[in-house]
T-cell receptor, first 112, second 112 residues
Framework: DSGVTQTPKHLITATGQRVTLRCSPR?????VYWYQQSLDQGLQFLIQ???????AKGNILERFSAQQFPDLHSELNLSSLELGDSALYFC???????????FGAGSRLTVL | DQQVKQNSPSLSVQEGRISILNCDYT??????FLWYKKYPAEGPTFLIS?????DKNEDGRFTVFLNKSAKHLSLHIVPSQPGDSAVYFC???????????FGKGTLLTVNP
């Protein structure tokens, strides 16, 4: 158990729908990162939050949004889902200034 | 924007032999380099890292080499064990935030 908790582990939904993925970081970690792993695409950085503020943005689609709440948990919202959004979504956390990120087990999204 | 290339999607070695995984990068701003290992149905876990001021770092059976002039990062596993069979990602950090940029991963299979 890495200490980073992601829910749900698996999610199956239809095109056009909206889903929310949740992440609780390790105790004491203020930074949260979201990554997407699609087939043959490796780990693609989506967005980073630090203590509730957006810190960096990567290849995140406009249909996707995220936020970090005062209790430091984070949610990734995916809307108007397309077949190509099927992927593993990982959350990672770290303390400020750390070089190493700790990843959760991921949420597997299947869009049918 | 292919800042990182992990050109071998898969590698197969015999137990007891050396496994060598490679990554190339183009971004001169990268200053910290990591390897992560990922088993199926789990999140990536940190394996070993190296800063830009060093060219080699060892941790037991794992050694990471950095060739800054060639912009090349490698991971050596000696001796390889069947439990090392996993997907290995190289990760790169640089810039004002602490996000990691990853390669696409190499599936290592160690045969008994």
């Amino acid at each position: 158990d890495s200490g980073v908790t992601q829910t749900p582990k698996h999610l199956i939904t239809a095109t056009g729908q909206r889903v929310t993925l949740r992440c609780s970081p390790r105790s004491g970690d203020l930074s949260v990162y979201w990554y997407q792993q699609s087939l043959d695409q490796g780990l693609q950085f989506l967005i980073q939050y630090y203590n509730g503020e957006e810190r960096a943005k990567g290849n995140i689609l406009e249909r996707f949004s995220a936020q970090q709440f005062p209790d430091l948990h984070s949610e990734l919202n995916l809307s108007s889902l397309e077949l190509g959004d099927s992927a593993l979504y990982f959350c990672a956390s770290s303390v400020e200034g750390a070089n190493v990120l700790t990843f959760g087990a991921g949420s597997r999204l299947t869009v049918l | 924007d292919q800042q990182v290339k992990q050109n071998s999607p898969s590698l197969s070695v015999q137990e007891g032999r050396i496994s060598i995984l490679n990554c190339d990068y183009t971004n001169s701003m990268f200053d910290y380099f990591l390897w992560y290992k990922k088993y199926p149905a789990e999140g990536p876990t940190f394996l070993i890292s190296i800063s830009s001021i060093k060219d080699k770092n060892e941790d037991g059976r794992f050694t990471v080499f950095l060739n800054k002039s060639a912009k090349h990062l490698s991971l050596h596993i000696v001796p390889s064990q069947p439990g090392d069979s996993a997907v290995y990602f190289c990760g790169f950090r640089g810039g004002s935030n602490y996000k990691l940029t990853f390669g696409k991963g190499t599936l290592l299979t160690v045969n008994p």
